[in-house]
């Protein structure tokens, strides 16, 4: 497969150069300004929001319409006024375009999650798809939300992902990498799992996932602008 380049923009936004086009996930910040000279280049740009929470939605990014080949969005994130670039979606829909074709798959929060085909390459960005496991909250709500989980990751079966950018969220302590351990059961990760939504500390993995994971290769960027070839 074609080598590609990741840039972090921080949280769980993320620009993936591919040979032929650029995809940029979850952009709701850039300090780094990295979305810049990919919107001016030469390969057409492809903008994905998962849900419309602060964290991964900017409305914004409407204002690169002149510059932007197509948007993938979820229904609750429609620009003020039509766009022909803009394709809404739910979970369950599935897009095509001459470069890739996308299918939206749920979450356990708001929004859904994207799954892309691009050539002999598959890409997963999972929004805030997680097993959200809170230690305050009662064992009724993280049952439900255990249950939430495995159900979004039945759908999932049979899957496999080349590329996956996953939520390890520092703010869920002790069950930090629960949902992060269960994706790779049922979703082998072949090429890149690259960790996002840290919320607070730079996620270190543990020996239990390092002793089982160990061979799925990981990135875990540090700042925002840094970026990853492979």
């Avoid at 964290?55 to 948007?71: E, M, S």
């Avoid at 829909?93 to 929004?111: I, L, N, P, Q, R």
């Avoid at 085909?117 to 939300?145: K, Q």
């Avoid at 939430?148 to 992902?161: N, V």
Wanted: glycine share 8%; charged share 25%.
């Amino acid at each position: 497969m074609d080598s590609f380049r990741i840039f972090f923009l921080g949280h769980s936004g993320f620009l993936m150069e591919l040979s032929d086009c650029v995809l940029i996930f979850d952009a709701y910040k850039d300090p780094a300004h990295v979305t810049e000279k990919f919107l001016n280049g030469e390969k057409p740009v492809y903008v994905f929001v998962s849900h419309e929470h602060g964290d991964h939605f900017n409305p914004k990014i409407y204002r690169w319409v002149d510059q932007v080949a197509g948007y993938f969005v979820h229904r609750d994130c429609a620009p003020h006024q039509a766009l022909p670039q803009v394709h809404l979606m739910e979970p369950g829909d599935e897009c095509s375009t001459e470069k890739f074709s996308v299918h939206m798959y749920g979450s356990t929060d708001a929004g859904g999650s994207f799954f892309l085909r691009h050539g002999d390459r598959t890409i997963f960005h999972a929004g805030d798809l997680n097993w959200w496991h809170w230690a305050g909250e009662n064992d009724e709500e993280n049952e439900d939300a255990r249950a939430m989980y495995f159900q979004e990751l039945e759908r999932m079966r049979g899957l496999s992902a080349d590329v996956a950018f996953f939520p390890v969220d520092a703010r869920q302590e002790v069950a930090r990498e629960w949902g992060v351990r269960e994706f790779l059961a049922q979703v082998p990760v072949k090429e890149l799992l690259v960790a996002m939504h840290a919320f607070g500390s730079r996620w270190c993995p543990s020996y239990a996932f390092r002793w089982r994971w160990g061979s799925v290769p990981l990135w875990i960027p540090e700042k925002e602008g840094d970026d990853l070839v492979k």
